[in-house]
């Protein structure tokens, strides 16, 4: 149990990150019942449609879980401060945007927030504003990346040197290796989005997770370059016609129009490869198995505990 563990109430520093609006009750309670933190991601929906998503969550699990606002893709702001206290979240989430808006109002009602960077920048700000815990997101991360495209490896130590809150690590972890990794980096934890598409509880087309599970370390691309909003996601036919139209000059409002979160639910929901996008992290190579959300997290905690003893006896006499 280290700080961050104190800090959430939960008994291993593993985080789900939010999924917009494909965010569901199943995953995010199975998730916090296995002692991590599952997070429900409210993306683009309405605090009418969230409400009773977070009363099932409630009725599913005692256990802490996080709701993740995505500030610029949410048309909602008070309206979700109001919702979280009324539902008693323990952790908020917040990403896409300036959390100064949201963090004073949260802290108020006693909710922790962690607040999600791709910059050193970023995170110096959000701790000046006063967040909780940094998530710190490499460009190896499924879904919406920062434009500076640094890698978790860059990224987290160099958060660790310039902020004394917990750091999470997020983007390019797959399994306890990678856990261990990123603690050895300076992280008090992980978040992982990738690993858990493939988790028995969550409800995603079968044609996702079996994209997922076939993917090798060149199954990503990254699209919205030329718009200066960049994505990851699984480089089916919809990618591709993405990044052609790109080429051909594609505006910043079609852009935005061909990835709405309708486009994510086509894909990931529904399995249609020509006319959704999949959202992937570059990590998909090392996902091999539909598992339940236990057997994830605790082969993590395993594997992790596997390689810092065997990197101890080899290297430290
Ligand atoms: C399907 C999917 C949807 C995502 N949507 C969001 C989101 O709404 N908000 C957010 O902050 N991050 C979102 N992410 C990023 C994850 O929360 C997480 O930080 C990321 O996946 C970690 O990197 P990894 O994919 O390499 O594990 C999404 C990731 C996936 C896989």
Redesign the pocket.
Known sequence: MNRLCKILNIRFPII????????NAPLTAAISEAGALG?F???TRTPEEVEPILQQIKRTTTKPFAV?I?IS?TKYGKEWIDLVSKYSVPVV?L??GNPANFIPYLKERGIKVMT?VGTVKHGLKAMEAGTDIV?G??F?????NSPYEIT?MALIPQLRNSLSIPIIA?????DGRGLAAALTLGADGV???????VAKEAP?SKRYKEKIIQANDQATVIVGRSVGKIR?LLHTPYAQQLLTEEQNGMDEETYFRKTTELV?WRG?MEGDVENGL???????GLVYAEQTAEEIIDSLIQEAKQAITELYKSYIV
């Open positions: 789900q990150g939010g999924m917009g609006n494909i965010s997070t991601g409210v993306g993740n995505p893709v989430s990403s896409a999600v998530v997101e490499g190896e991360a499924a879904g919406i978790t997020a983007g390019g972890i797959g978040q992982l989005g990738t690993r858990f598409i995603f990851r994510h990931a999949m959202n992937s992290g570059q990590i998909a």
